[in-house]
């Protein structure tokens, strides 16, 4: 007997030569998982090995107490699936009875453990024995059971008998809030799609669906009292003009909810106030400031259109909504998402003013909170709770409400240090919609709920996280499929598994075994990070190019412009001119991913020092000071890494040259993507010094884009002058302070992105 605590993949050296003298195949009809190849996701707490293994065939029954018939249900059916027997199961009522059988599984209840989720697993050569408090428990050690048979337990082929390997584990999770928000208003997803993520969650030991249920881009839920939330709201016209939508009946939801609630997942459901409503008051407008008929919305973005916080029928609808909702759901949570909510409308509302003059309330954002704080007191009046997003702090934090900390984490934090509960759900991390090159699965891995700079007595004031699935580009399963997995696995094991045993290594290497199971439910995963990148070292001005391939099997060749050859790119090149850099990896000598291309501008400004007067926003780094000056240009991807992003503050900044420099044009690109609240500085004003002290001005450029303009649009801010011998440029950009008036989100702040600050 040997014991191993599951940290890496450390064995000592015995049982290595244990393991190694172990064959999966001990006849033609014997295989089965050597304890040295269990490759259980997440990580166990404790795994003790024994010798020997179980034989699960037609003589095996499953042995339960009454109050676990349907986890023993769930387990039957697992291996009816993958065999050619049924377990019987057998309900006893004391552990004596399980001395008559020679073959079992036995669902037990005698434990002692603080954790409501923790349990015991022991096989031995004649039983299987689940221990666990509740049936939460046991559920997460009947997922950890069939992680043990070999992959063709989840494959078509049905056997006679499987062989489990005789261990016992001890398990618990680290955290008890472990879920996934799924986003069915922006793109709607079957009731199938939902029970099959359901399944994978319960797979994956997370107890959670946060499940988005209504959006400016449609209502997916039945509400009797109020029937053109469904009839209007759940459908909108595309750009093309097709009708697109849909939306979950009462009794959809009930199979749903009883669906998740057998397999240990909680339900929570997301209706959306004051803001992302517009869908409801395309249903209803008199729900509006205006009371004016508007459409439910075929883009993205946030919208003005939000609830009126000075006619109290709005918040007569919302009680019977909820009502209703409460019926569906009895999850303790209700989440009211709060976030990003215009406050146009209420500014130009003579009923929001007087609502605030009445409550003596200081302005909009305690508004926004009076709003929040009375829906809050009818669901707690009914024995529910709130969540928020961070957004919910502004104006004051009622006691019993949880923040979703989305914006970083200092949302958390702040309700963390108020004794308050918190999920943190940063995008930083936990927004899989992201594309690979902003959260790849090492970077989930790397993730830690609990804030570096949290005081350790406040640790349990955080409850755990949430990976979020925003829809707006993703219009199916299988691109849904992509961006969920394989991330989820491992945010899986940290949400489960302490962080001392956490190694990104050995997940690595028990993910491959996975990637069968995976295909068992159906899943179309995708990546686990980018093919292959670039890194970029500059000295004395030169840029060098170095190649990053994704994993030690994947290798990657190169070329400059469309009409050259490509090389394999296995050392360091050096950028000598303007150009694009097209990549190509590669694995077992086939194409692997897409071709990757970067647009570099050679310039006499590469690798300046970069003095900034106004701050980057931290989540658009783009990779800090030296980003403007590093040659490489941003993409029509906002998100791609190479765009520095301002929030509210404009855009001012020194370039800085080591000696008088002469220089007779300037040049950089800024970004519009109105949607999102990016737009084109008014102008850009240059000024220059010869000895970084007295400034005078070279030239101001006036923008081309109209605000108006939709779509994602870069632009180019040019200007050629005489040759000027400079020590220092100063560029400060006029912005847009507030989303203009006619825009859906009007009166919110705004962003401007840019990129490289060329000098030739």
Not at 350 to 370: F, M, T, V
Not at 585 to 596: A, R
Not at 733 to 745: G, Q, R, S
Request: with cysteine.
């Amino acid at each position: 007997m040997l014991l191993m605590r599951m940290n890496g993949r450390l064995l000592l050296a015995f049982f290595v030569l244990f393991i190694t003298s172990c064959s999966h195949r001990i006849n033609e009809n014997i295989i089965f998982k050597s304890a040295g190849e269990i490759d259980i996701i997440p990580q166990v707490s404790e795994l003790e090995v024994l010798d020997g293994y179980f034989k699960l065939d037609q003589e095996t029954v499953i042995l339960t107490y009454p109050t676990s018939k349907i986890t023993a249900s769930l387990l039957q059916e697992a291996i009816r699936e993958s065999s050619n027997f049924t377990p019987e199961i057998v309900i006893i009522n004391n552990t004596d009875q399980s001395l008559k059988y020679t073959s079992y599984i036995f669902l037990n209840s005698m434990i002692k453990t603080a954790n409501q989720e923790g349990y015991i697993l022991s096989i031995d050569k004649h039983k299987v024995e689940i221990n666990g408090k509740t049936n939460a428990a046991k559920g997460h050690a009947i997922q950890t059971l069939k992680q043990l048979f070999v992959p063709e337990f989840f494959a078509k082929e049905k056997r006679d008998q499987w062989f489990l390997p005789c261990l016992k584990i001890s398990d618990a999770p680290k955290f008890s809030h472990r879920g996934m928000l799924l986003d069915c208003a922006r793109h709607f997803f079957e009731k199938t799609t939902v029970k099959k993520y359901i399944d994978l969650l319960a797979f994956y030991k997370m107890n959670v669906l946060h499940w988005h249920l209504t959006e400016d881009q449609g209502w997916r839920i039945e509400i009797d009292a109020f029937p053109q939330l469904t009839e209007v709201g759940a459908w909108r016209i595309e750009a093309n003009g097709e009708r697109y939508g849909g939306f979950y009946t009462k009794d959809d939801i009930r199979e749903i909810v009883k669906y998740a609630a057998d397999r240990n997942i909680t339900i929570i459901p997301e209706i959306e106030l004051p803001g992302h409503a517009q869908a409801a008051i395309a249903s209803y407008p008199h729900l509006s400031c205006t009371g004016d008929s508007v459409d439910v919305v075929n883009d993205w973005g946030v919208f003005k259109e939000i609830y009126c916080a000075g006619n109290d029928t709005v918040f007569d609808f919302l009680e019977t909504v909820l009502t209703e909702v409460m019926e569906l759901f009895p999850s303790q949570y209700i989440h009211i998402g709060g976030d990003e909510a215009p406050k146009f409308r209420w500014e130009h509302c003579d009923k929001c003013q007087k609502r605030i003059a009445n409550e003596s309330l200081k302005d909009e954002h305690e508004l926004q909170s009076y709003f929040i704080h009375r829906i809050e007191k009818f669901l707690n009046k009914n024995g529910r709770k709130i969540i928020g997003w961070d957004e919910i702090l502004e104006g004051g934090l009622s006691p019993t409400a949880t923040v979703q900390s989305w914006r970083g984490f200092d949302g958390g934090i702040t309700a963390a240090n108020a004794n308050q509960y918190a999920i943190m759900s940063p995008t930083s991390h936990c927004y899989f919609d992201y594309d690979l090159k902003s959260i790849d699965l090492k970077k989930v891995y790397t993730f830690n709920p609990i804030p570096a700079d949290l005081a350790k007595d406040k640790h349990q004031f955080i409850l755990g996280s949430e990976c979020n699935l925003w829809s707006e580009h993703i219009p199916d399963e299988k691109a849904l499929d992509a961006k969920v997995f394989p991330r989820m696995l491992a945010i899986a094991e940290v949400l489960w598994t302490d962080l001392a045993q956490q190694n990104y290594a050995d997940f690595q290497s028990r993910l491959s075994t996975h990637y069968h199971y995976l295909k068992y439910f159906n899943v179309a995963y995708g990546l686990e990070g980018l093919p292959g990148k670039i890194s970029i070292n500059i000295e004395e001005g030169i840029v060098h190019i170095s190649g990053e391939p994704g994993n030690d099997e994947i290798s990657m060749e190169y070329k400059w412009g469309k009409n050259s050859a490509f090389t394999e790119l296995t050392k360091e090149i050096s950028l000598t001119q303007s150009d694009t850099l097209f990549i190509q990896p590669y694995k077992n000598k086939e194409k692997y991913g897409t071709l990757i291309q970067y647009v570099f501008a050679y310039h006499s400004g590469i690798g300046t020092t970069i003095n900034y007067t106004t701050e980057f926003a931290e989540q658009y780094h783009a990779g800090g000071k030296t980003a403007l000056v590093d040659g490489k240009l941003g993409s029509a991807d906002f998100k791609d890494e190479n765009w520095q992003g301002f929030w509210e503050t404009g855009f001012a900044t020194i370039m800085e040259f080591k000696d008088l420099t002469k220089i007779s044009h300037f040049s950089t690109h800024f970004y519009q993507y109105s949607n999102s609240w990016i737009f084109m500085p008014e102008e850009l004003m240059i000024t220059g010094s010869k000895d970084g002290v007295k400034y005078f001005p070279i030239g101001t450029i006036k923008a081309k884009t109209n605000p108006k303009e939709r779509g994602k649009i870069i632009e180019e801010f040019k200007l050629d002058f005489d040759p000027i011998e400079l020590k220092t440029l100063k560029i400060t950009a006029k912005h847009l302070k507030k989303v203009p008036d006619w825009h859906e989100a009007a009166g919110a702040g705004t962003w401007l992105f840019t990129d490289e600050l060329i000098v030739k």
